[in-house]
């Protein structure tokens, strides 16, 4: 039997908050956006754009999440809206709702919010 693999979100990293590195205001990116450090504050990507963040363990966002994929182990407090994937990671910690397209959670996550489901107009 032969199994399809589903493609990888490898966007390129474009640009990386490092972990002493702290943002108080919005952050709006295109492509591919690394947080280790702290946001308060948004962090949208560019709309109809293809986008993914990736948040580290031990890193927080004060704000609401916005990319086509978001790759999570950190701390967000704010909603999620991830329109093509969301990973969750065994250490992140969400304290908001999430919206996504697919998802994926290891054990461990833990979500204090309402989970739903995006689906696309026809469907």
């Not at 990293?13 to 947080?35: E, K, P």
């Not at 809206?81 to 397209?101: D, K, S």
């Amino acid at each position: 039997m032969i199994f399809k693999r589903e493609p990888r979100e490898d966007l390129q990293i474009d640009t990386l908050i490092s972990a002493r590195t702290r943002i108080q205001g919005d952050v709006q990116f295109a492509g591919g956006l690394h947080v280790d450090g702290t946001v308060t504050g948004s962090v949208r990507a560019e709309a109809g754009t293809p986008s993914r963040l990736v948040q580290s363990q031990g890193s927080v966002v004060e704000g609401s999440v916005e990319a086509q994929v978001v790759e999570l182990h950190g701390t967000v407090r704010g909603d999620i809206i991830a329109p093509r994937r969301a990973t969750l990671g065994a250490t992140a910690r969400i304290e908001g709702n999430v919206q996504y397209g697919d998802i994926e959670m290891a054990a461990g996550a833990r979500i204090n919010g309402k989970m739903v489901k995006l689906t696309t107009s026809g469907t």
